[in-house]
């Protein structure tokens, strides 16, 4: 519903009117009579909307300081008269016939002004800034006071954002502005994943009032949504004041744009359940004298105001005399400063505060159009400089141009290009314990300022009314806690959310993530999934538990087996030892010793020089000992000096790859930051995963021919039953090594090393415990089996 002022004037007189319409009264159907059949349909109730009178005040207070002015309209009074505007179109369409007959306006000129167009009638509108209406084709002589609220579901949407409110219900009038509003308000609501949990258009009909506040009021109380926002003019909205339904209205959350005065209603509403309710205000500065104005205005200083008159009747409840019905019993001491904010409000709202721009925006035009005409007048004799022709086309140039600076030092431009941005103040409608009310400013929105001071809100000095002092929250999914994010149920939208924990090695820091983020390699995630830990760097350290119990190992076994030389070299003259080709068991024990201890190379922090000995040494010295085994059997069918190059050449085709592998891409020192969450693992590279596995296939490959070899020289005739020894010794060996091929691959870190070690240790140990264990219990323990007749006997005896 626009309200308009428009200019006329009075005839043979210098008087020009300025007819303002705005709600000052409303046809009220009785809600509580709308079931009792169609004769009470009809009962209605005139009833004052008393806040809306200080727009006439401000009509008043604008023409009285204007008339005050000598320099603006010299010799010229301006005046008005008051038209209601019903809030409903239907009733005001009732009285376009008394208005017509005083004007000759066109037919409801104040509902289609475009009509008013055609007679060139200038247009003035003080309600909230309508796109539609800059249209200049359709509305040429209409201007527009209001600020611009082009950026108004800007500031509601960071107020939504701030309180963390993602469910939110939405209600607006069903009219093109409602529909503008809409489209801004969900579309920026979308970039900020705050969704609608549903949409109502109150219908702006107030036939339809009747048939849709039992349709779509149970829905906004029933809907899970805590938080509402509002937007639509006072008048349209109306419905929301009287319906019944608001008795259960107390756990909502109301955000009221600058359209709506959420503070008005009836005077008989004993209870009221918008408090607590946050409302964006047009930021305005102070009109100096205004409150002094209305301090000022008392109905016995002006008999001939009926409207006065019948308005302080009404807001002060004064009970007319039986005995002198032409008298009144009103308090004499009675000023409007004393009443409630919900019935007259002291301080200029946004709405006058654009009226009384708009008196003064004619009041300058006729200025400028008086000059005008006083110059041409002095040219021609005869002419009023006084006479003033509303009609005449050439006013609307001189209002389109018309800016100035109001009494309160604001500058005011007609023409709406240039017109500013509102600018609002955030207020909190509290309801005090002694039953007074208030506004309260609790923060700002000034669109035009820079990002980060354009929105600013304190937290702590809302009341949320019914809903106490602790923030509601209005949410259709709780928040994800650091650690987890949000998934999307599939179809819904995004505020219908699951919280899923991060992937591993990803943490999120805050509430309400949609993506989780990945550590750096050098940390990992702990054990809340909220923030990242540096890594601590690892490897088997000799002085750790395992890998001082790994090297005792193998020092022990490498002790015990250069002891085992000792004794051989002790006893070489004995047969058990002669027997057994002795250089061949020296070289076998030698390599044993240097297998064992190459196990060493494999503790503490890789380095170059550890990575690039100790696989190759291990290889070497290993193959040496595979391949000298079956060697001392072999001596049975060949000259020693024939088993003595088999050995040579085999272990030379081992150096031989070990020298291509450290020529072509040797190991070196690498990190494993992935192994184990915690830690970074020092470890070697191999450098060629194929030279290391042709490496190790080839070993494979000479113990399998070991322990062929021995197997078939089994059954040979054995002084010491060796082969069968040697047998079994091929047999653990395979076995080990065979397990750790796999075992290598499953594991990783320092598992991998110690897999490793461990299968040298056993096999060297399996040789050691084979071969050369029994042998010393006979040299050392046996000694008569130890002699040549019992070893020539148990030849025979085996021929």
């Known amino acids: 519903q626009e309200a308009f002022l428009y200019l006329h004037l009075e005839e043979n007189s210098p008087l020009i009117i300025i007819p303002p319409f705005f709600s000052i009264m409303h046809v009220q159907i009785s809600p509580g009579l709308k079931t009792w059949g169609h004769f009470f349909l009809h009962y209605s109730l005139i009833e004052w909307l008393h806040k809306n009178y200080q727009q006439a005040l401000t009509i ?10 000598p320099v603006l309209l010299p010799n010229i009074s301006l005046g008005f008269y008051v038209y209601n505007a019903y809030h409903s179109d239907e009733r005001t369409l009732e009285k376009k016939n008394y ?19 055609m007679f060139l009638y200038c247009q003035l509108s003080f309600g909230p800034f309508d796109s539609i209406l800059s249209d200049k084709a359709q509305f040429p002589s209409l201007y527009q006071m209001a600020p611009r609220d082009s950026s108004l579901y800007r500031g509601i949407v960071q107020v939504l954002v701030h309180f963390k409110w993602t469910w939110i219900g939405l209600v607006t009038t069903d009219d093109l502005r409602g529909e503008e509003f809409l489209r801004a308000v969900t579309g920026e609501m979308a970039k900020h994943d705050v969704c609608a949990a549903f949409t109502e258009k109150v219908p702006v009909s107030e036939r339809r009032h009747e048939e849709s506040e039992l349709t779509f009021m149970p829905r906004i109380m029933a809907s899970p949504s805590r938080v509402i926002v509002i937007h639509g003019d006072t008048d349209s909205l109306m419905i929301l004041r009287y319906s019944q339904i608001f008795l259960f209205s107390t756990l909502k959350v109301w955000i009221a744009t600058s359209h709506w005065d959420i503070t008005m209603r009836s005077s008989t509403f004993e209870s009221y359940n918008f408090y607590g309710a946050l409302t964006f205000k047009y930021l305005t500065s102070e009109v100096p004298g205004f409150k002094s104005f209305l301090n000022s205005i008392k109905p016995n200083k002006d008999p001939e105001d009926i409207v006065l008159k019948d308005f302080w009747l009404s ?23 004393a009443l409630p904010i919900f019935v007259f409000d002291m301080t200029m709202s946004g709405l006058s505060y654009t009226i009384y721009n708009a008196v003064y925006a004619v009041a300058w035009a006729l200025h400028e159009m008086l000059l005008t005409k006083s110059e041409i007048a002095s040219e021609k004799a005869g002419e009023s400089c006084c006479s003033v022709n509303v009609v005449d086309p050439k006013l609307h140039s001189f209002l389109k141009d018309i800016h100035f600076n109001n009494s309160a030092g604001d500058l005011v431009f007609m023409d709406e290009k240039r017109s500013s941005e509102a600018q609002y103040d955030i207020q909190n409608y509290m309801s005090l314990p002694n039953d007074t009310e208030l506004l309260v400013k609790v923060g700002h929105f000034i669109p035009s300022a820079p990002p ?13 009314g019914w809903l106490g002092l602790k923030t509601p929250q209005s949410v259709f999914s709780e928040s994800c806690h650091p650690g987890y994010r949000k998934t999307i149920e599939e179809g819904k939208p995004v505020c219908c959310f699951i919280c899923s924990q991060c992937p591993e090695g990803e943490v999120s820091t805050q509430t309400d993530v949609d993506h989780c983020e990945k550590c750096p390699e050098d940390e990992y995630p702990n054990k809340e999934i909220d923030h990242c830990l540096s890594k601590v760097v690892t490897f088997l350290d000799i002085t750790e538990p395992l890998g001082m119990t790994l090297a005792l190992t193998a020092v022990s076994f490498s002790f015990l087996t250069a002891l085992v030389l000792w004794v051989f070299i002790k006893f070489r003259d004995t047969p058990i030892v002669k027997a057994n080709n002795r250089a061949l068991s020296y070289i076998l024990l030698i390599s044993l010793t240097f297998c064992l201890l190459c196990s060493l190379l494999f503790l503490g922090r890789p380095t170059a020089t550890t990575c690039f000995l100790r696989q190759t040494t291990f290889g070497v010295v290993f193959t040496v000992a595979v391949v000298t085994t079956p060697g001392r059997r072999i001596r049975t069918w060949m000259q020693s000096r024939m088993s003595n190059s088999v050995v040579l050449i085999f272990s030379g085709v081992q150096v031989i790859l070990c020298g291509i592998w450290l020529g072509t891409s040797p190991p070196f020192p690498d990190t494993d930051p992935h192994s184990e969450s915690s830690h970074i693992i020092i470890k070697c590279n191999e450098g060629s995963d194929f030279a290391f596995y042709s490496f190790l296939g080839y070993m494979g490959f000479l113990a399998l021919g070991s322990f062929t070899v021995a197997f078939l020289a089994r059954n040979l005739p054995d002084t010491f039953n060796e082969a069968k020894f040697i047998t079994f010794s091929m047999l653990v060996f395979c076995s080990v090594w065979v397990s750790f091929l796999p075992m290598y691959q499953s594991t990783r870190g320092k598992a991998m090393v110690v897999v490793e070690i461990f299968s040298i240790l056993a096999s060297s140990a399996g040789l050691l415990g084979c071969i050369f264990i029994p042998k010393c219990h006979v040299i050392l323990l046996r000694p008569e089996r130890n002699i040549q007749e019992q070893i020539k006997k148990k030849v025979h005896s085996k021929g």
Do not use: H
């Not at 208005?99 to 167009?117: D, E, G």
């Not at 980060?452 to 949320?464: Q, Y």
């Open 60 to 69: 008043r207070f604008a023409v009285e300081e204007i008339n005050r002015d």
């Open 99 to 117: 208005l017509m007959r005083i004007y000759n306006f066109p037919r409801v000129f104040f509902l289609l002004p475009c009509s008013l167009s």
């Open 315 to 337: 807001v002060f409840w004064c009970k007319k005399r039986y005995d002198d019905l032409g008298q009144e019993n009103c308090a004499p001491n009675a000023t409007l400063e």
């Open 452 to 464: 980060g001071e354009d929105f600013t809100i304190g937290e702590e000095v809302i009341d949320w």
